[in-house]
């Protein structure tokens, strides 16, 4: 793999506002339109070919339920195995191609992304995945966009990264891929992060099973028939929906393991993890682990931070997309002086929030992605109304009827050790600890030993003193941690994404580290001269 020293430098994909009357409004409304018409067939693609198993699972609107978008043909055991060996037999060609070559597929499928597909995309992740406007163009055409076209720099920057050399050699680092095929297995949440976890180990020459969530499948198949377009070769990447189970059961028992690309909930990666462990022996090489799972993010705030601006990171960070972000803002920490005037303008906020059908885009929030999720947080809430040791602010709220909707919810906790604030919830549900302000310095230690995770944390203060001792002291609570701000909205290129502990490996997707766990290393010394005599100077007599 080497370097094209000249090669462009990227910046962020500008995100579109779709205001009244604009451009993309009009173009995304179209295509919404035109999708909500289709029930689109989303087979299996293996090699290139499309394989029909006729075993169905429907994909459906979460916020309009009876509504189908689709027919997944979910993958047998012989279409798995398929798939392994189209990706085994793929990669000698893929990986031999040059940097320049493999990266000329993604900067062409960024082009497409940017301009002919960019509301077909955004159009699928809306009505698939229940994403407002706003939030499917900062995730399927920004973020993805940006995913694309950074990692071709990335790479590119790694490849140029060489050894020094000596009078009379020359010493060359080679990039060289991973021996075998890279399994991606994708969430529901974020169509760049499904792309993303697919494209980044196949740009440094791996081939790729992409293993999607049911409930993404409308979102990352189009994404796949984009990557088609953008010249992607036949076999590098293989589209696998279907039971995650069997899926996995059969990838992880071939010998050409050579790693795991991962997002999703902690005890998944850690079944995975598992069996990896027990099938150490038959690998060919110890294959690549890098996954992003669970977390329980944290707002603390300050008794110098301004109540308004920390109100307003409070319900976006808590109900953007419906709390459904692995950064979502989930548990908070708010000084008893500053929790009047913040609850005020909390509530007040919440109980204008509008929730619906996305393609309404006068709505704020969309529905959970489906029953199980539903049910899961609306048991929380129903034993939270119980609890006289949890106080409901606002919301608490749920209906099934139409679509999988849970109103903005936040609660109040006695106990900072309650279990709202200890598990992950991943819904429009933020609990809310009123600590006394001469606590502070006790706060800062609650907050860093509550959770097992370490995803994403933000800290409000004025206090320039405050800010640097919580900075050090919540130094291993978040991979992501923002002063001021929500702790959502990582940007490629800009803030790169991923946490510790229980939250993941930490490889940071959005940048250069991420790329390094998709390749194999090799040194090379070539000598122009090699000696001609096995003496040494101090040899002589």
Known sequence: MSANNSYPKSINETVLNYAPGSAERIALTAELDKQQGLVREIPAIVGGERIRSGDITDVRAPHAHAHRLGEVHNAGQATIHAAIDAAVAAQRDWANATLAERSAVFLKAADLLAGPWRARLNAATMLGQSKT?????????CELIDFLRFNVQFAHELAAGQPISSPGMRNHLEYRPLEGFVYAVTPFNFTAIGGNLAIAPALMGNTVLW??????????FLFMELLEAAGLPKGVINFLPGDPVAISGAVLARPELAGIHFTGSTAVFDTLWGEVGRNVSRYRSYPRLVGETGGKDFVLAHPSADADTLAVALLRGAFEYQGQKCSAASRAYIPASLWPAVRERV????????MGDVADFTNFMGAVIDRRAFDRIHGHLQRAASDSAVKLVTGGKADDSVGYFITPTVLQVDNPHHTLMETELFGPVLSVYVYADAHWPEVLELVDGTSPYALTGAIFARDRAAIAHASSVLRFAAGNFYINDKPTGAVVGQQPFGGARRSGTNDKAGSPLNLLRWVSPRTVKETFVPPADYRYAHMAV
């Open 133 to 141: 406007a706003y939030q499917a163009e900062i995730d399927s055409a």
């Open 211 to 220: 293993k999607p969530a049911a409930t993404a499948s409308l979102s990352n």
């Open 347 to 354: 509530v007040a906020m919440a109980e204008t929030i509008q």
